[in-house]
């Protein structure tokens, strides 16, 4: 995927201006920046929830093929979790049986299996973050947006489902841009790291390469060596972009 | 204080009711209580006895129930359609929300002497009054809904490839579904007071009429039966309308 000079404004002052950035295939890429630099923001005007305001967005990709995992798992409340798996395959005409074979599957394959009857309400966090997860993979995507889909869990079901994903991410090679505030997550699952500066005109003000090999458990990799030293380069750069905006108000 | 077992509230209510009943009776026959204002509950039952007993009740039954549940479907219908129309046509909306509002704010009951003189004393006019009573509540329930649909559902049929035929089926239309079922014990309680207030206005069937025909004769007995009978019909429609709430409400 190649974001080329995107500038995204909801009325008046644009929040993002110019933001450039690539993801190459079965990359792990990830964007962090201070509250309001408009990371969401590009996020949903790459799956078309946003018109930008200028720029280019080439994916090569068709709009099946690429995948959004929002904070928020916002399954359907009415439907199982089966159905709510299914629903993306049905919606691009998949029949209803083969939608359903193929949703019991990913449930059975991300530790939900038995659970495809139950409604979203009776599942615990981590479960529905789950089901939303296989909702984006049974659609074979080569391409997933994830927009802090983890920071609602506690920590050792995140661990958990962090390390899957990763696994599944690298056996299948799917790229993957990741939004977060967690420089620690974004450094031990990522091979690149993309810095936006303070909103609102935020824009890319650093890209850094992770050179932590893979595959990569997200656990040892934050004891790689070349993890702290580019940890502290991150968090130095990300409060020299927070307090900038200060520095020049003052 | 000992905390109350809630799967034995029903017992309890009933026992209380039993007590109330009970000391009602002994009341009426120690002649503590005038029967022409309170007859004791078995006078009532004797009433009711009598009302069953001689099939008199059946035509009354059917004129209210008729109208009752005209009322409701037809107020379930046209409110859910001009809700939905509201909600998605801000130029409809603009029409419609403020008649909607101002009919909700009056006593709609007041429209019963003019929907006499526009359908007649017949059923017309009673299923009229249900319908209004039951449409202004439920277009409230649904054009609020809509308006106050979760967006990110709406977002995730989007991101998964889904067009707006594919919204309206499995988002609009499974929310106002839940939004009716959860006025639909209103709406019912809705559609037997227009029904019975449009008998009681002018009519020659009806509970309501034998409500006031009750009252012309001052028949207290009578006039409670009724009451009791109007009670219970609710009470079973409204078990019946928890149970389809409770199981196509499953989910929430």
Known sequence: MRVRNLTISYSGEPVLEGASLDVD?????????????????????????????????????????????????ALLPWKTARDNVALGLTLNGTTRRAALDEAETWLDRLGLGGLGDRFPR??????????????????????????????????????????????????????????????EEAISLSDAVY??????????????????????????????????????????????????PRAVAA | MTALDPRYAWVRRLLVLAILLAVWEAA??????????????????????ELFGDGRIWPHLEATFSAALGGLLLGIIVGILLGVVAALVPFIAELIEPVMTLLNAIPRVVLAPL??????????????????????????????????????????????????AA???????????????????????????????????????????LLSFAQSTYNAALMMAIIVLILAVVLIIFSLAGRLEKHLLRWS
């Open chain 1, 25 to 73: 295939e079965g990359r792990f890429v990830s964007l962090v920046g201070p509250s309001g630099s408009g990371k969401s923001s590009l996020l949903r005007a790459l799956i078309g929830l946003q018109k930008p305001l200028a720029g280019s967005i080439k994916t090569g990709l068709s709009r099946s093929e690429i995948g959004i995992l929002f904070q928020d798992d």
């Open chain 1, 122 to 183: 009776k599942l615990s966090g981590g479960q529905r973050k789950r089901v939303a997860l296989a909702q984006v993979l049974v659609m074979k995507p080569r391409l997933i947006l994830m927009d802090e889909p983890f920071a609602s869990l506690d920590a050792i079901v995140r661990a958990r489902i962090v390390r899957d994903v990763v696994a599944l991410v690298e056996r299948e090679k799917i790229s993957v841009l990741l939004v977060t505030h967690d420089l």
């Open chain 1, 195 to 244: 810095l936006l500066s303070q909103g609102p005109r935020a824009h890319v003000t650093q890209h850094y390469a992770v050179p932590i090999p893979r595959p990569r458990d997200p656990v040892r990799a934050r004891m790689h060596p070349a993890f702290a030293p580019l940890y502290e380069k991150l968090w130095s750069d990300l409060s020299r972009e927070v307090d900038y």
């Open chain 2, 28 to 49: 009426g026959r120690a002649n503590m209580l005038n029967p022409l204002y309170a007859p004791s509950p078995s006078q009532i039952g004797s009433a009711l006895v």
């Open chain 2, 115 to 164: 929907f006499v003189i526009w359908f007649g004393i017949g059923l017309s006019s009673k299923v009229a009054l249900s319908f209004i009573l039951v449409a202004v509540l439920i277009f409230f329930s649904v054009f609020t809904g809509i308006r106050q649909i979760d967006r990110r559902l709406v977002e995730r049929i989007v991101t998964l490839g889904g067009d707006r």
């Open chain 2, 167 to 209: 919204l309206v089926r499995h988002v609009y239309l499974p929310s106002v579904a839940a939004w009716v079922l959860g006025s639909l014990k209103v709406a019912v309680g809705f559609a037997f007071t227009g029904a019975c207030v449009g008998e009681f206005v002018a009519a020659s069937r009806g509970l309501g009429y």
